[in-house]
């Protein structure tokens, strides 16, 4: 233990000398400081022995603290508390992370140093102890005795923590006279950073693990989960969603991402722009969701939150984390026997997973995940990119091979006119179809059904189409409207008599003893696809009828014959009797249709002089005599 000697200088003064042994072992080594001071040699003493027979932290040997001795403005606390109030363009409530994680994590290790160089400053021995410290969960020099144990932090948590101080630290290298010449954080060896790591923090869930956590979630959460399984949204964006947010794109429904919620720095929430410009993004979605979200939108007004809590304001994550995400969890586990332990959070990268399982590319994943970089869409979930093992070495075979099928991932994206130029490839070619799109009104369809009775008859744009089932005609009908709702509007605002305006919408399901129409009754909701079409007129020389329309494109149903299609592209010409020869190109994959329209143009420019209805009636009959 410490204690006081007193000696007798040859002056005649009296010296207190504190004398220990460090770390109180036998063979520690003889450690020792003077004082003039009685009562302050005893305190010192005090210090010793409360610090495990060890220097007092900050203490200059013959000098005394260092707080005692450098400006407070050098002190460790003070200045990394000036330089977070300092930081620009960042959030209220990371600020306030910032200052807890200062007042938890680094003043206890540090606060009795000066950022200077020199003696009492911090070294980098002191701030690799500090980071073992961390991943230990040892106690700091300046915790209570009383405290309680001290966390040991992940690698993860360790390296960010350490990129704080880090930051911190370089303020006073940068500093303006300069305070030291290095960071000493420069140099620390960090924990390891492995697999097992990563595969801890993230959990991907298989679509069967969703669906058993959605049946046992309760009802007045589960709407809420389906938006983050759906939309890949984080929490604070989800849960920020309004009904002005509830959008269209392309024709398709879409919501729009411009909102997130935020703290401010007491910790107060609050609506703010999301967490960085790329957030700021509108991503389309499922009929089945935006159904949902307009039926909650109903009676709202339009800044009003989509998703309420229990008691009517925003949704808590914490509150839906205790009382709705975990039970659901534990009773999966129970019924269904569900091994993983999913954060809500990883209902985002479960969704990202999905995604790339379905072998989408990974820049539309940064787009719809709101990725400020490629780079950490590439990170996060490239260890996943197996499930693409087989598409790339379809693209490979393709690329050696101009007679190969196209890869599944071009067939189907918009990139297809990339491929202009390239050998002929076969499968890209629709194949010129010379009569027109076959009318199928009196033959049954799939998922329709004959002498069916009763029927529900919703009349679409003018046009019958019988039902089986009412909600099946009520949803057809009700998304015919959300397709039109912006049309309609137009007419509506331009002055259309309101008979005409509505005619083009949906009326809702008649109920009728039975079928009169041709064809068959569904049984099923049709399939619905949304159909880019395109569409040219030549003359006899080659010259244009009329100056083509660009592109276009609406959503088309199953029971649309004449305008309806599954392929990707088709083309066809056709002789029309006034002498004028057509080309025609539709399908659901815009680039590929804009490839067919041209293969199509060029074949009718080959065969317009040759339109029968341009020959004279008696031109097969032979000359007599």
């Known amino acids: 233990m410490a204690h006081v000697q007193e000696r007798k200088r040859s002056d005649g003064e009296i010296s207190y000398i504190v004398r220990w042994r460090a770390g109180g072992a036998r063979a520690g080594k003889n450690e020792s400081e003077i004082f003039t001071d009685p009562v302050a040699a005893e305190r010192f003493r005090d210090l010793v022995n409360g610090h495990g027979q060890q220097w007092p932290p900050g203490w200059i040997r013959g000098h005394g603290f260092v707080s005692h001795l450098r400006s407070p403005e050098e002190m460790f606390e003070t200045f990394a508390m000036k330089q977070i109030g300092l930081l620009t363009g960042v959030q209220g409530d990371t600020k306030a992370k910032y200052r807890r994680l200062v007042e938890q994590n680094m003043s206890p290790w540090f606060k009795s140093y000066s950022v200077r160089d020199g003696e009492g400053g911090i070294t980098r021995e002191m701030v690799q102890q500090w980071v073992n410290d961390l991943a230990a969960g040892a106690p700091a020099p300046h915790d209570e005795k009383d405290r309680r144990p001290r966390t040991k932090y992940k690698p993860k948590t360790v390296a960010n923590q350490h990129g704080l101080l880090h930051a911190i630290l370089q303020a006073a290298v940068d500093a303006e006279p300069q305070l030291r010449a290095t960071n000493p954080c420069s140099y620390t060896r960090l924990p390891r950073l492995d697999g097992e790591e990563v595969e801890e923090e993230m959990v991907f869930l298989e679509r069967e693990e969703w669906a058993w956590i959605h049946a046992c979630m309760a009802e007045d959460a589960k709407e809420l989960a389906e938006t983050f399984a759906e939309t890949g949204g984080r929490w604070g964006e989800v849960t920020a969603l309004q009904p002005r947010d509830l959008r269209r794109r392309n024709g398709r429904p879409a919501l729009r991402i411009q909102r997130a919620w935020k703290r401010d720095e007491a910790g107060k929430p609050y609506l ?124 490979v075979e393709w690329a050696m091979d101009p007679m190969a099928p196209l890869p599944g991932f071009l067939l189907h994206s918009e990139l297809t006119h990339a491929t202009k130029g390239l050998a002929t490839v076969p499968h890209l070619r629709a194949g010129q179809v010379q009569d027109v799109w076959k009318d199928g009104k009196d033959t049954a369809q799939p998922g329709t059904a004959f002498g069916v009775e009763p029927v529900f008859v919703v009349t679409l744009g003018g046009r019958e189409v019988p039902f089986a089932d009412r909600d099946h005609a009520q949803r057809v009908a009700d998304q015919w409207n959300d397709d039109r709702a912006e049309e309609m509007d137009a007419m509506h605002a331009g002055g259309w008599p309101k008979d005409k305006a509505t005619r083009h919408g949906a009326v809702d399901p008649e109920e009728r003893e039975r079928w009169d129409g041709g064809g068959g009754v569904w049984t099923r909701v049709p399939d619905r696809r949304f159909v880019y079409y395109a569409m040219a007129a030549y003359e006899s020389d080659g010259t244009l009828s009329y100056e083509p329309l660009p592109l276009a494109g609406r959503w088309t149903w199953e029971f649309e014959d004449d305008s309806f299609t599954k392929a990707v592209a088709e083309h066809r010409t056709e002789y029309r009797p006034n002498g004028t020869t057509e080309a025609h190109a539709r399908g659901i994959n815009k680039g590929s249709v804009m490839t067919a329209f041209e293969e199509a143009r060029a074949t009718a420019l080959e065969v317009c002089s040759q339109n029968p209805y341009l020959r004279p009636l008696d031109s097969t009959v032979e000359p007599t005599g």
């Open 272 to 395: 703010g722009a999301p967490k960085t410009k790329k957030s700021r993004r509108t991503i389309v979605i499922t009929h089945q969701l935006d159904q949902m979200l307009r039926r909650r939108a109903k009676g709202k007004a339009p800044d009003d939150l989509l998703f309420t809590g229990p008691e009517g304001g925003r949704w808590d994550a914490g509150t839906f984390r205790r009382l709705r995400w975990v039970p659901a969890i534990e009773l999966a586990a129970e019924k269904f026997g569900l091994i993983k332990r999913p954060r809500i959070h990883d209902l985002r990268h479960s969704h990202a997973a999905w995604l790339i399982a379905a072998k989408v590319p990974l820049p539309a994943i940064q787009a719809r995940l709101g990725h400020e970089s490629i780079t950490t869409t590439v990170d996060r979930y490239g260890h996943l990119l197996d499930a693409l093992d087989d598409e790339v070495m379809a693209a």
